[in-house]
């Protein structure tokens, strides 16, 4: 009951943050924390649910993005409207390329993404004609509805708030169904799965296509944010962090992944501060720790970490042990 | 048709390095049953400290040799303090830790020796009678080593006792303990050997490449799809399987104009794919059959 009462005053700080703060910057970063999010989302329904990995989703983001970018500038679509086109897109995407890795295991399955994932900007600059090349794309500012009177940094983060709490949502029905048993099922245990009747490489391809789908809509809300977009953003290395904020936050866990969003916003800048020379010496530490200490992520480690102190504790207590 | 056998021959040159790269995720993969993903970027730090003793004005060839030691005894200590802790853990962590090494030694490599590119020495001076325009003198040289590699290799497992320890620890790791073999040594011994076969191919390959830390990002995949190809398992078929994925990414770069150079990492990825859904066990390896 405490739990749902906190969770209620979350969201409703959450969707009153624009009026407490007058900060646009703040507002601006906690912006980017949901698109990252939604983006994480699908990676833990992917990797924590499912027990299949991608290093190469930032592909599907990419294509998102440049899906809003194109029908925005070019078909004069509205950027609402480009949203479910973009995840619907990234989810027949995803299944184009889930399909024929179903039967990957997961170290083949890390290297073919990895090679789709080292492959992207290169892809985006073969298309030039429709995707600009290494120029990017430019598009003109949008503008926040007419019967909404709130500054654009404030509508954006709203809409990308309600979003990802919408995914949220969507994904804990997804995954509490016959669909979520399944998913479970063919990761713990495929064969077992297969006696009762999973048919394994459709949900394998079906998660991988949903979870290209909530990469392709991040993409999108990217696009509305920054209105800016090259190929240089979709490099290996953002591969690689969204890879480190999904371990971070936790594999399995979808309030995890506000955490790790968190996590890719704010301390990549930290880390490029504190050690200018090569801030990937300080995530491969990070990295490490949380492989030796938390290999489920933050939550879940503080929660360990909580539950061995309280034993500590109650032993003391109880049994005057040490 | 003479076009083409330029571009066959070149690709078999890369396809060399792949093969002797592929070898060195072969032997990690037979001790631990894990593709080591760092195995490239540990070529490219050996091939650094090469590189450095080299301007420190050290003969190349005792260079050379320092650094397959160095090689050596960097993936020894590489697995038994990250690696090892890891034994038991499920895949995903162990995978956490191969990609920490990943990025680590890249950074590092970027604070200790700068992220430009170098020029890197060949020690092979042009032999006129080997020298042609199929090939150069270097390639035959690579082609040497890496055969003689391959012949030690292959003997190693096969006559000596360590090697059988090695073979033993690969099928089952807990029959082996029990037979009095010491597998974390031998696991570490992998590594050690599979960094030094690495930093070999990096010293080979970085004259006709520029050294730089990215240099092995892109090889590596090609490496594994070559080891992929040839049968995980099989030592014969990383090499085999090395050429024919370089042989093949030439070709379709110069033939298909959609790929060019600069998609060339989709054909190791079409490669990956069509293996492991047509012959998971390759051209060479051994199906292998689980219990439930």
Same mark, same amino acid.
């Given at each position: 009951?405490?739990?749902?009462?906190i969770?209620?005053?979350?969201?409703?700080?959450?969707?009153?943050?624009?009026?407490?703060?007058?900060?646009?910057?703040?507002?601006f970063?906690?912006? !980017?924390?949901?698109?990252?999010?939604?983006?994480?989302?699908?990676l833990?329904?992917?990797?924590?649910?499912?027990? =299949?990995?991608?290093?190469?989703?930032?592909?599907?983001?990419?294509?998102?993005?440049?899906?809003?970018?194109i029908?925005?500038?070019d078909?004069?679509?509205?950027?609402?409207?480009?949203?479910?086109?973009?995840?619907?897109?990234? #989810?027949?995407?995803?299944?184009?390329?889930?399909?024929?890795?179903?039967?990957?295991? #997961?170290?083949?399955?890390?290297?073919?993404?990895?090679?789709?994932?080292?492959?992207?900007? =290169?892809l985006?600059?073969?298309?030039?004609?429709?995707?600009?090349?290494?120029?990017?794309?430019?598009?003109?500012p949008?503008?926040?509805?007419?019967?909404?009177?709130?500054?654009?940094?404030?509508?954006?983060?709203?809409?990308?708030?309600t979003? !990802?709490?919408?995914?949220?949502?969507?994904? %804990?029905?997804?995954?509490?169904? %016959?669909?979520?048993?399944?998913?479970?099922?063919?990761?713990?245990?495929?064969?077992?799965? %297969?006696?009762?009747?999973?048919?394994?490489?459709?949900t394998r391809?079906?998660?991988?296509?949903?979870?290209?789908?909530?990469?392709?809509?991040?993409?999108a809300?990217l696009?509305?944010?920054? =209105?800016f977009?090259?190929?240089?953003?979709?490099?290996?290395?953002?591969? *690689?962090?969204?890879f *480190?904020?999904?371990?971070?936050?936790?594999?399995?866990?979808?309030?995890?992944?506000?955490?790790?969003?968190?996590?890719? =916003?704010?301390?990549?800048?930290?880390a490029?501060?504190?050690?200018p020379?090569?801030?990937?010496?300080?995530?491969?530490?990070?990295?490490?720790? !949380?492989?030796?200490?938390?290999?489920?992520?933050?939550? !879940?480690?503080?929660r360990?970490?909580?539950?061995?102190?309280?034993?500590f504790?109650?032993?003391?207590?109880?049994?005057?042990?040490? | 048709?003479?076009?083409?056998?330029?571009?066959?021959?070149?690709?078999?040159?890369?396809?060399?390095?792949?093969?002797?790269?592929?070898l060195?995720?072969?032997?990690?993969?037979?001790?631990?049953?894990?593709?080591?993903? $760092?195995? @490239?970027?540990? $070529?490219?730090?050996?091939?650094?400290?090469?590189?450095?003793?080299?301007?420190?004005?050290?003969?190349?060839?005792?260079?050379?040799?320092?650094?397959?030691?160095?090689?050596?005894?960097? @993936?020894?200590?590489?697995q038994?303090?990250?690696?090892?802790?890891?034994?038991?853990?499920?895949?995903?962590?162990?995978?956490?830790?191969?990609?920490?090494?990943?990025? &680590?030694?890249?950074?590092?490599?970027?604070?200790?020796? @700068?992220?430009?590119?170098?020029?890197?020495?060949?020690?092979?001076?042009?032999?006129?009678?080997?020298?042609?325009?199929?090939?150069?003198t270097?390639?035959?040289?690579?082609f040497?080593?890496?055969i003689?590699?391959?012949?030690?290799?292959?003997?190693?497992?096969?006559?000596t006792?360590? &090697?059988?320890?090695?073979?033993?620890?690969?099928?089952?790791?807990?029959?082996?303990?029990?037979?009095?073999?010491?597998?974390?040594?031998?696991?570490?011994?992998?590594?050690?050997? $599979?960094?030094?076969?690495?930093?070999?191919?990096?010293?080979?390959?970085?004259?006709?490449?520029?050294?730089?830390?990215n240099?092995?990002?892109?090889?590596?995949?090609?490496s594994?799809?070559?080891?992929?190809?040839?049968?995980?398992?099989?030592?014969?078929?990383?090499?085999?399987?090395?050429?024919?994925?370089?042989?093949?990414?030439?070709?379709?770069?110069?033939?298909?104009?959609?790929?060019?150079?600069?998609?060339?990492?989709?054909?190791?990825?079409?490669?990956i794919?069509?293996?492991?859904?047509?012959r998971? $066990?390759?051209?060479? &390896?051994?199906?292998?059959?689980?219990?439930?």
């Amino acid at each position: 009951m405490l739990k749902k009462i906190i969770t209620a005053l979350l969201i409703a700080l959450g969707f009153l943050l624009p009026w407490v703060t007058n900060s646009n910057y703040l507002l601006f970063e906690l912006t !980017m924390v949901w698109v990252y999010t939604v983006f994480i989302f699908g990676l833990n329904l992917l990797t924590g649910f499912n027990g =299949q990995i991608s290093l190469g989703h930032t592909a599907f983001y990419a294509l998102g993005a440049y899906i809003c970018a194109i029908l925005c500038k070019d078909f004069g679509l509205n950027y609402l409207a480009t949203f479910p086109i973009a995840a619907m897109a990234g #989810f027949f995407a995803g299944f184009i390329f889930g399909y024929p890795m179903r039967k990957l295991n #997961f170290l083949y399955l890390v290297l073919a993404t990895l090679a789709l994932g080292l492959s992207v900007p =290169q892809l985006i600059k073969r298309m030039a004609t429709w995707t600009g090349g290494t120029q990017g794309i430019i598009l003109d500012p949008f503008s926040v509805p007419q019967f909404i009177h709130l500054n654009w940094s404030s509508w954006s983060y709203l809409y990308t708030f309600t979003i !990802m709490l919408f995914c949220f949502w969507l994904l %804990r029905n997804m995954t509490k169904g %016959r669909y979520g048993r399944a998913i479970n099922a063919v990761r713990d245990n495929d064969i077992a799965a %297969r006696a009762m009747g999973v048919n394994i490489g459709m949900t394998r391809a079906i998660t991988f296509a949903f979870s290209a789908a909530f990469a392709a809509l991040s993409g999108a809300m990217l696009t509305t944010i920054t =209105q800016f977009i090259a190929p240089d953003i979709f490099d290996f290395s953002f591969s *690689i962090f969204i890879f *480190i904020a999904l371990i971070v936050g936790g594999v399995a866990n979808f309030r995890g992944a506000i955490v790790g969003a968190l996590f890719l =916003q704010f301390v990549p800048p930290m880390a490029a501060e504190l050690y200018p020379g090569a801030p990937m010496v300080i995530f491969a530490i990070i990295l490490l720790f !949380m492989a030796y200490f938390m290999p489920n992520g933050v939550i !879940m480690g503080a929660r360990k970490m909580k539950n061995r102190i309280l034993e500590f504790y109650y032993d003391l207590w109880y049994h005057h042990k040490f | 048709m003479d076009y083409f056998l330029q571009q066959v021959i070149s690709g078999l040159t890369n396809g060399l390095i792949y093969g002797s790269l592929a070898l060195a995720i072969v032997i990690v993969y037979k001790s631990m049953d894990m593709i080591n993903f $760092a195995q @490239g970027e540990m $070529a490219m730090f050996s091939t650094f400290v090469a590189f450095t003793l080299l301007k420190m004005g050290v003969p190349y060839w005792l260079a050379f040799s320092a650094t397959v030691v160095f090689a050596f005894f960097f @993936g020894v200590l590489i697995q038994t303090l990250f690696i090892r802790p890891m034994q038991d853990a499920p895949q995903l962590t162990v995978f956490m830790t191969i990609l920490a090494v990943f990025i &680590g030694l890249t950074g590092l490599a970027t604070v200790l020796f @700068g992220a430009d590119m170098y020029a890197f020495p060949s020690p092979i001076k042009p032999i006129e009678a080997l020298q042609n325009k199929y090939f150069s003198t270097h390639v035959v040289a690579i082609f040497t080593t890496i055969i003689l590699l391959f012949l030690a290799i292959s003997s190693f497992f096969r006559f000596t006792k360590m &090697g059988l320890a090695m073979r033993a620890t690969a099928m089952n790791r807990t029959s082996s303990q029990l037979s009095g073999i010491n597998t974390n040594f031998i696991v570490a011994l992998s590594w050690g050997i $599979a960094s030094a076969i690495g930093a070999i191919s990096g010293m080979m390959i970085a004259p006709s490449l520029f050294l730089d830390i990215n240099m092995m990002a892109t090889l590596l995949i090609y490496s594994v799809a070559g080891a992929l190809l040839g049968g995980i398992t099989s030592p014969l078929g990383a090499v085999v399987g090395g050429l024919l994925v370089g042989v093949i990414e030439n070709l379709a770069s110069n033939y298909i104009p959609f790929i060019g150079s600069d998609l060339k990492l989709t054909v190791a990825l079409v490669i990956i794919v069509v293996v492991s859904l047509v012959r998971p $066990a390759g051209l060479f &390896g051994k199906h292998v059959v689980t219990r439930v």
